[in-house]
């Protein structure tokens, strides 16, 4: 987040623009990405037996010997220090153990940072963590209680006392926006982008919107609340989490605990949901620290209030838009400005500015976002970081716009789809986000959608279609490694200390295995999910596929070495070089002479092994500095507003997706259509309730945290393009995140087509849906 980084990616970007594209990663185009077996068809998740029979085992199952149940008290104040803390009484109650407070927890290291230039770190704030009386924000914790059972832990947390010395806190937004700060980057971008004299165009523009979007702070709630499990043996330490990033948790925590990384192991098999949450928060820690204190197995399970206190969510976004046009619609000025709340301990940007860099080929741009720090727990990643309020907010626009314009929406975006990349001039590796607009406005039958609001009527309720672009930018981590070892019998295993959140990412690496390597779906195995297994990055900003992917396919390049090695001279494949090979029929063969082939088994059994084993590395991402790298969707909705009531039912949501190649149908149907539930949810309900007096946040259960149930989700078609990527692993690019980003835009866009009012604050609640404007 500085001028020296916006140089030295800069200064890449421009020496790239003239590498070869042969010479990077994806320089030439993926075999896989056209010719598949097992990729692209739909296969059950294999650890869908485990976790139906309820055999698979997550974080807060692992049966430990003389077990011990945490339980958080939290401070009540914003900010300030602990004056008196009384613990007797806690301690005293039945079953406790331990009390911990910042007067004798261990001394501790502050968390490093998670950030792309250490992926092991998983670091979400900067603060020390129980080290001091000092309090950082309205939440934290100030004292641990174990004791037998959880509910012995919960009944003592209750007799702590606390008093407090509170001093002025900052927990106002509006008030926090003038002493707002402005970043030099958001995440590996420059922030301020002035291109063209945005502003003259604007004022110059035959048509023209200006408004202001607000998006709430938004919390977690994964099906599977966070939860660890701890012990500590001859020094070394074991933990068993709900994380993302388990190498990066297992080297943060080495870092607190000034250990030696090789001296933790984290093991996370199963994880119920990440979306961004379950990186290293405060909760590991106290939790090794308590552990360490009572020299026995430790397990801390959070509450959902506990969730909502301790674990960061997405957070509140006031943009303003402009847009100005000449009267065929063509974009010529395009401002996107705004403010995201940003604790200056927080890791995390919400980068929603991003958003219009990379869609519209507008004449002009004027692009920045500030920083508002206040005394709050640190915002985190959620789904769709960045762009799914940023597409909110832009996307609106452009449905505003093509109302002023009397403009069909997609034929308003049609004008100005950019065909490269609008700011940079770099060249698409892939896109067709007009092909996916096409397929999706079939799907709904957009023809049926009246131009005019409150033009469709239904006795009481007004009925209404919008659509909205969603987007995501294609991301692949360097240094995820994988081992594939091929046994005796010809059979491959594939492992690396990859995460299933259940995406099905054992399920596809096994598909993509077993077309890399030539066999069947049968001889394939794949384990994933500890830190004894090679490295991964973490499973976010959905780049777990390709990086994995990058990791499995120069790892067979090493195994047709290897195997070539072995082979010798009494062989079909006898003086061929790595390149004359392809993996097929269970073993290797020339290219373009089929009857030059040998399998793995006979290889290994002429040779006296038992078994063959390599490893792979995912290296440097140069192909997205080079190439405009983005997935795009087109959402519709179809929905319904009672002119009663206010209600809004969704009836039905298209979502078409133009990411590269699909690699499994059917993980990739759920994949897009939870995100699109996700999206739903913030549209309609989502909202996280903070006092702005204290920075309490009241909305602690899903009693009052409203997502999206059953009845309250429609009919959902997804579909996609399926064009490969050139320039990625297997032609395909990540899918976690695209379904949630333009949801929300096309629902509201879509409230409006149906009752003539215009909603910019999120979420469109029965308050905001009055009577509409006159005229």
């Known amino acids: 987040m500085s001028k020296l980084q916006n140089a030295l990616v800069g200064g890449v970007r421009t020496v790239l623009g003239h590498v070869p594209a042969a010479w990077l990663p994806g320089g030439t185009p993926d075999p896989l990405s056209e010719k598949r077996v097992a990729l692209g068809t739909q296969q059950p998740r294999i650890d869908g037996p485990e976790k ?54 261990p001394k501790l290291t502050v968390p490093p940072l998670m950030g792309i230039t250490n992926l092991k770190a998983a670091g979400n704030h900067s603060l020390p963590v129980m080290q001091d009386a000092q309090i950082h924000w309205n939440g934290q914790v100030v004292a641990v209680v174990l004791a037998e059972t959880r509910e012995q832990a919960d009944h003592a947390a209750t007799l702590v006392r606390i008093r407090y010395d509170a001093v002025p806190s900052r927990t106002r937004f509006e008030a926090g926006k003038t002493h707002a700060s402005t970043p030099e980057s958001v995440l590996v971008e420059r922030n301020r982008v002035d291109k063209g004299n945005a502003r003259k165009k604007l004022a110059e523009a035959a048509y023209s919107i200006d408004a202001t979007y607000n998006t709430p702070w938004q919390n977690h709630n994964p099906i ?19 994380t993302q990033m388990l190498h990066a948790t297992a080297g943060s925590l080495a870092k607190v605990f000034g250990l030696k990384e090789t001296d933790v192991f984290v093991s996370s098999p199963f994880v119920g949901g990440g979306f961004g949450a379950k990186a290293m928060w405060d909760h590991q820690i106290l939790g090794v620290a308590a552990a360490k204190l009572a020299g026995r197995p430790v397990r801390v399970r959070l509450s959902r209030a506990s969730m909502h206190r301790l674990i960061g969510g997405r957070t509140q976004t006031e943009q303003r838009v402009a847009l100005g046009a000449d009267a065929d619609g063509k974009l010529k000025a395009l401002l996107h400005h705004g403010y995201a709340t940003k604790p200056l301990h927080s890791a995390c940007e919400e980068g929603f500015s ?28 959620m789904r769709g970081p960045g762009e799914t309020p940023g597409t909110f907010a832009l996307e609106c626009a452009m449905d505003e716009l093509a109302h002023a314009l009397n403009m069909d929406p997609v034929e308003l975006r049609r004008r100005n789809v950019a065909h490269c990349d609008p700011i940079s001039g770099a060249p698409h590796s892939q896109s067709d986000m007009m092909a996916a607009y096409d397929m999706g406005a079939q799907r709904i039958g957009w023809d049926r959608r009246a131009p005019e609001p409150r033009s469709r009527v239904d006795g009481e309720w007004l009925i209404g279609m919008g659509c909205a672009t969603g987007t995501f930018p294609f991301t692949r981590m360097p240094g995820t490694s994988a081992r594939i070892t091929i046994d005796a019998s010809g059979h491959a295993h594939v492992a690396s200390a990859a995460h299933e959140m259940g995406m099905g990412t054992a399920t596809v690496q096994r598909q993509h295995a077993a077309d890399r390597l030539g066999l069947p779906l049968d001889r394939v195995s794949v384990t994933i999910g500890d830190t004894s297994l090679p490295f991964a990055s973490f499973a976010g900003g959905s780049s777990q596929t390709a990086s994995l992917g990058a990791a499995i396919s120069a790892a067979s390049d090493k195994l047709a070495s290897q195997l070539l090695r072995l082979a010798g001279n009494d062989t079909p494949l006898a003086g061929l070089k790595p390149d004359d090979v392809e993996f097929a029929d269970s073993g290797l063969r020339k290219i373009g002479e089929p009857s030059r082939h040998e399998s793995f088994a006979s290889i290994l059994g002429r040779a006296g092994r038992a078994e063959l084993s390599v490893t792979g590395e995912s290296g440097a991402p140069l192909e997205v500095l080079k190439y405009s790298m983005h997935s795009t969707s087109a959402i519709f909705c179809e929905l319904r507003v009672s002119d009663v009531t206010g209600e809004t039912r969704v009836d039905r949501l ?122």
């Not at 085992?57 to 945490?70: D, G, Q, S």
């Open 224 to 242: 599977e609340p966070h939860a660890t499990t701890i012990a500590w043996q001859a020094g070394k330490l074991i933990v068993h989490d709900a």
């Open 52 to 105: 139906v029979r309820g055999a698979a085992r997550f974080a807060a199952e692992v049966p430990m010997e003389k077990l011990l149940h945490a339980s958080f008290v939290h401070s009540t104040i914003a900010r300030g220090t602990i004056a008196e803390i009384e613990v007797a009484a806690a301690e005293a109650a039945p079953g406790v153990a331990l009390v911990m407070t910042h007067r004798n927890a």
């Open 354 to 381: 991003l958003t219009g860099r990379s869609l519209y080929a507008s004449e002009s741009f004027d692009i920045v976002q500030h920083s508002v720090d206040l005394d709050l727990l640190a915002n985190s990643f």
């Open 654 to 775: 298209v979502g078409a997706f133009d990411c590269g190649r699909i690699l499994n149908t059917q993980t990739a149907a759920s994949q897009f259509k939870g995100g699109m539930i996700m999206g739903l949810g913030m549209a309609l309900s989502e909202e996280t309730l903070l006092d702005e007096r204290n920075g309490r946040i009241m909305s602690t259960s899903l009693a009052e945290y409203h997502v999206p149930v059953h009845l309250d989700v429609p009919d959902i078609d997804v579909l996609w393009t399926d064009i490969p990527d050139p320039r990625t692993p297997m032609g395909a690019r990540g899918i976690g995140e695209i379904g949630t980003t333009g949801v929300a835009a096309a629902v509201a866009n879509a409230v409006f087509n149906a009752t003539g009012i215009r909603v910019r604050d999120l979420p469109i609640t029965l308050d905001k849906l009055g009577s509409p404007p006159a005229g």
